[in-house]
Nanobody, 128 residues
């Protein structure tokens, strides 16, 4: 079965950086075929899309992280990354990686219901 395991979360001060990783296993096909995404959920808020990357490895970003976060993959290692720079307290949340074999349009990649596989999450806390 598919497993997605996030790591790299932690506590940092505003302006700092973190790099999240998501190790994937159990895919029926090579990882490059999958549409991958990072989502986050803060207490009392809905899960929101942060960034995604398609099977051509073209990225999409939420407006509030564009220019600060970078999504990437190492398909040979079956690993998804999220480099987060210039972190703000508003970025504090549980971060989840997600995957789906179906490709997404640029207008709806952030719909969490459209992803088949999810990790358990890694906590990111940014203090001011």
């Amino acid at each position: 079965q598919v497993q997605l395991v996030e790591s790299g979360g932690g506590s940092v001060q505003a302006g700092g950086s973190l790099r999240l990783s998501c190790a994937a296993s159990g895919f029926a096909y090579d990882m490059w075929r999958y549409y991958m995404g990072w989502f986050r959920q803060a207490p009392g808020k809905e899960r929101e899309g942060v960034a995604s990357i398609d099977n051509m490895r073209n990225p999409n970003y939420a407006p509030n992280v564009k220019g600060r976060f970078t999504i990437s993959t190492d398909d040979a290692k079956n690993t998804l990354y999220l480099q987060m720079d210039s972190l703000e307290p508003e970025d504090s949340a549980m971060y989840y990686c997600a995957a789906d074999l179906r490709q997404k349009d640029r207008d709806d990649w952030y719909q969490a219901d459209d992803y088949s596989y999810w990790g358990q999450g890694t906590q990111v806390t940014v203090s001011s």
